[in-house]
C-alpha cells in the first residue's frame, strides 16, 4: 500500500491543496484528509522516514485512549491491569504495521479512540453545563473525523450519535447534536457527488468487484457473510472467557432459551444455500488471490483437497456463529455486529484488517457483555492474540 500512499503524497506536494483533493490520480479507500492534515501541519510529510517516524508516534498514542476510557469503565479495576489491557492493541498485526510503514488505518482508529473518552467524559459530567458542552463537540467532532479517515468507522460515529440523542438532555441540545453532524458531513457528501462514489474514481476503477460505486450498489457478496462470522468469531472467542459467568454455564442458558434452536438453523440453511448456488472453488481459489481471513488461510495451510477445505470451512461459519451468539448478551451489541456483516456484502476484497483491532476495541470499550478482568484472564488474551500475531509474522515473512 505505501507505494500508492507515497504516489498521493507527491500529488499533494506538486499540486495546489484543491487540485490535489480533486486530483484524477488519487488513490484509496478513504477520503485524503490525511493528505490534507498533514500537508497543513506536519513539516515531515514530504520526507518519508521522518514521516514514518510522525505516523509511529500517533499510533503509540491509542494505547494511551484505550486507557483512559477502560479507566473510567471499570474505576474498581487495578491500574496495572487497565495498563495490560489497554497495550492489547499493540499486538494486532494490522496497528503495528500500519503505524510502522506510516499506512492510513491509524488515524481513524486513534481518532475512533479519542471520540469514545469524549464521550465518556461527557456522560459522567452530563450534568455540568459548561463541561458537557465541551465534551459533546468534541465527540461530535472526533467521530465524524473517523469516518474521514475510514469509512467504516462510520460505526463509531453511529454509536456516539445514538448515545447522545438518548442522553438525557434537552431537545434543542439534540437538535444542535444532529445539525453539527449534518454539517460536518457536507464535505464528504461533496466528494461523494464529485466522485459519483464513496472512493475516489481511480479507486473504484481498479476494484470493479466493490460497490465503491453508486452504480454498484446492487452487487452483493453473499459468500462474505460466512467469512466474516469466522473473524468477528475468532476476535470473540478469547472474550466469551473473560465474561463474568463461567463458559459451561454461558452454554447451558444458550440452550435453555427459547431461540437456540432458530439461532443454530440460520447458520445451516445460509451454508446450505451457499453450497447449492455459489461453486465453493469459483470464489475461494479462482476469483480470490488474496483475503478471507484467517480461517480462509488455515483451511489452505490443512488442506490441498478443495471438497475437505470446504467442509473445514462450513463447519467453522457454524461454529463462529454459534461463538457470536454465546458473547452477545444484548439487542444494541447484536446490531453493531451487524453492521460488519452488512458492509461484508458491499466489499472485494474481504480483508481480516477491516475488522482488526476494531473488534478488540468495542469488546473493551463499548459491548455491554460484563467481563471479569484479573491476571489471568488478561494473561490469557495477551498468549492468544500473541500466538496469532506470531503465526502471522510467520506465515507472511514465507508468502513474500
Not at 473504484?204 to 460497490?211: L, P, V
Not at 463462529?320 to 472485494?348: E, G, R, T
Request: aromatic share 22%; charged share 15%; glycine share 2%.
Amino acid at each position: 500500500d505505501i507505494t500508492w500512499i507515497l504516489n498521493n503524497i507527491e500529488i499533494f506536494k506538486n499540486n495546489k491543496l484543491k487540485d490535489a483533493i480533486l486530483s484524477d490520480d488519487l488513490f484509496g479507500n478513504r477520503t485524503p484528509l490525511v493528505y490534507i492534515i498533514n500537508n497543513i501541519l506536519n513539516p515531515f510529510f514530504y520526507e518519508y522516514e521522518k514521516y514514518r517516524a510522525t505516523t509511529f508516534l500517533l499510533s503509540l498514542t491509542g494505547p494511551i485512549f484505550i486507557y483512559f476510557c477502560l479507566k473510567n469503565r471499570y474505576p474498581k479495576t487495578n491500574k496495572e491491569l487497565i495498563v495490560l489491557l489497554s497495550s492489547l492493541i499493540l499486538l494486532s498485526p494490522y496497528y503495528r504495521t500500519s503505524g510502522y510503514w506510516a499506512l492510513n488505518e491509524n488515524y481513524g482508529l486513534v481518532t475512533s479512540l479519542i471520540s469514545l473518552l469524549f464521550l465518556n467524559l461527557y456522560l459522567e459530567n452530563i450534568k455540568i453545563i459548561k463541561k458537557r458542552n465541551i465534551f459533546l463537540f468534541f465527540t461530535i467532532f472526533f467521530s465524524s473525523l473517523s469516518v474521514y479517515f475510514d469509512l467504516k468507522l462510520i460505526i463509531i460515529a453511529i454509536i456516539c450519535f445514538f448515545y447522545l440523542m438518548n442522553s438525557k438532555i434537552e431537545i434543542k441540545l439534540k437538535s444542535y447534536t444532529f445539525l453539527i453532524y449534518l454539517i460536518l458531513g457536507l464535505p464528504y457528501l461533496f466528494l461523494i457527488l464529485e466522485w459519483n462514489g464513496i472512493v475516489p474514481p481511480r479507486t473504484q476503477a481498479a476494484n470493479i468487484n466493490t460497490a465503491t460505486n453508486l452504480s454498484r450498489l446492487g452487487d452483493l457478496h453473499v459468500y462474505h457473510l460466512g467469512y466474516v462470522s469466522t473473524i468477528i468469531g475468532f476476535y470473540l472467542f478469547p472474550f466469551l472467557f473473560l465474561k463474568e459467568k463461567n463458559f459451561f454455564q454461558i452454554i447451558y442458558d444458550f440452550f435453555r432459551t427459547k431461540w437456540s434452536l432458530l439461532i443454530l438453523i440460520i447458520p445451516i440453511l445460509y451454508v446450505l444455500y451457499i453450497y447449492l448456488s455459489i461453486e465453493f472453488k469459483s470464489y475461494t481459489v479462482d476469483d480470490y488471490w488474496i483475503g478471507l481471513g484467517v480461517v480462509n488461510k488455515t483451511a489452505n495451510i490443512l488442506f490441498n483437497d478443495i471438497y475437505k477445505k470446504e467442509i473445514f470451512t462450513y463447519l467453522i461459519f457454524f461454529l463462529s456463529w454459534i461463538v457470536i451468539c454465546l458473547y452477545v448478551d444484548n439487542l444494541i451489541d447484536f446490531l453493531i455486529l451487524f453492521f460488519f456483516f452488512i458492509i461484508s456484502l458491499f466489499l472485494w476484497p474481504l480483508m481480516q484488517e477491516y475488522f482488526d483491532p476494531i473488534i478488540i476495541i468495542l469488546c473493551l470499550m463499548i459491548f455491554k457483555t460484563k467481563m471479569k478482568l484479573d491476571y489471568y484472564n488478561i494473561y490469557f488474551l495477551f498468549f492468544y492474540f500473541a500466538v496469532f500475531l506470531t503465526i502471522a509474522n510467520v506465515y507472511y515473512s514465507n508468502i513474500i
